[in-house]
């Protein structure tokens, strides 16, 4: 069975930085691409960042500059470097993963639970 486990939410100032962290764990051949998409209330679940497993970065416009994403192959692991926060940056944050779990012919989508990023004003 594949885990992906998020860490690094919370309630930051505008202006402020905050770092996430997702670990998979469990059952897994492989790792394809990595990344962190967010849902607003009231809004759809969009990406945020992704990267791919020789390490091509595919950043949504509105993060360009103040996100920074990056893996660690060996662990597994998945970060997200969040600066210069906007209010407009809270919300829920969640980590996907395309992964081989041992024994199975092909890639799925797994996600995390997610994690709460508030901006206070």
């Known amino acids: 069975q594949v885990q992906l486990v998020e860490s690094g939410g919370g309630l930051v100032q505008a202006g402020g930085s905050l770092r996430l962290s997702c670990a998979a764990s469990?059952?897994?051949?492989?790792?394809?691409?990595m990344g962190w998409y967010r849902q607003a209330p009231g809004k759809e679940r969009e990406l945020v960042a992704r990267?791919?497993?020789?390490?091509?970065?595919n950043y949504a416009d509105s993060v360009k500059g103040r996100f920074t994403i990056s893996r660690d192959n060996a662990k597994n692991t998945v970060s997200l470097q969040i600066d210069s926060l906007k209010f407009e940056d809270t919300a829920a944050y969640y980590c996907?993963?395309?992964?081989?779990?041992?024994?199975?012919?092909?890639?799925?989508?797994?996600w995390g639970q997610g994690t709460q990023v508030t901006v206070s004003s």
């Open positions: 996907n993963a395309y992964i081989l779990p041992v024994g199975s012919v092909r890639f799925e989508d797994y």
């Open positions: 990267i791919g497993s020789g390490g091509r970065i």
């Open positions: 469990g059952s897994i051949f492989s790792i394809n691409a």
